[in-house]
C-alpha cells in the first residue's frame, strides 16, 4: 500500500481524517508517518487541540497495524480498545505523528491468534513530533477481529 493509497483509505473510510487534512508521508511495513497541519486542529491558545493530536497519534499506530494485516491478506476489523495518551510539550505548528512496527514476536502472537481464535489484541505505539522536537506518545490496546467472529 502506498502512502497515497492509505492516504485515500484514511479520507474515505475514517472521515475525521479528511477534516484534519491529515497526510500520509511514509507508508512501509516498518513505519508509517503522518502529518497535520495546525489551522483545522487549532485550539484557543493557537497550539493543536488536544483530541486532535491523540486522533493523528490513534490513526498513525492504527495505520501501522491495518498495513501490516492488509499486506499479510489478514483480512479483520481492527480497532482501538484502549490508548493512553502523554502530552510533552504544546504544539504551535504542524505536526507529524510516527509509528514503527511491531516487534516481530509481538506481531507474531498477534497474527496467530486471529488466525487461531478469529482475535487478536496488539499494543501499538506511536510518537508526535512538532518543530523536530518530540511532543507525546500514544500507547494504544488495539483488537483486530476476523471475518466470522461474532
Not at 479483520?76 to 514503527?100: C, E, K, W
Request: contains cysteine.
Amino acid at each position: 500500500m502506498t502512502p497515497i493509497d492509505l492516504q485515500g483509505y484514511l479520507h474515505q473510510h475514517i472521515p475525521l481524517s479528511h477534516a484534519m487534512e491529515v497526510t500520509v508521508v511514509d507508508a512501509t511495513p516498518q513505519q508509517v508517518v503522518l502529518a497535520a497541519p495546525l489551522g483545522p486542529n487549532i485550539n484557543h491558545r493557537d497550539t493543536v487541540f488536544g483530541g486532535s493530536a491523540s486522533a493523528v497519534a490513534i490513526l498513525a499506530a492504527w495505520s501501522m497495524l491495518h498495513l501490516r494485516l492488509s499486506a499479510e491478506q489478514l483480512g479483520s476489523r481492527l480497532v482501538i480498545q484502549r490508548n493512553t495518551m502523554d502530552y510533552l510539550v504544546p504544539m504551535a505548528g504542524a505536526f507529524t505523528a510516527v509509528a514503527q512496527a511491531p516487534t516481530p514476536q509481538a506481531w507474531r502472537s498477534f497474527t496467530r491468534m486471529l488466525q487461531r481464535k478469529g482475535l487478536g489484541r496488539i499494543v501499538q505505539a506511536s510518537a508526535l513530533h512538532c518543530d523536530g522536537r518530540p511532543a507525546g506518545r500514544l500507547e494504544g490496546e488495539f483488537v483486530a477481529f476476523g471475518p466470522g467472529y461474532p
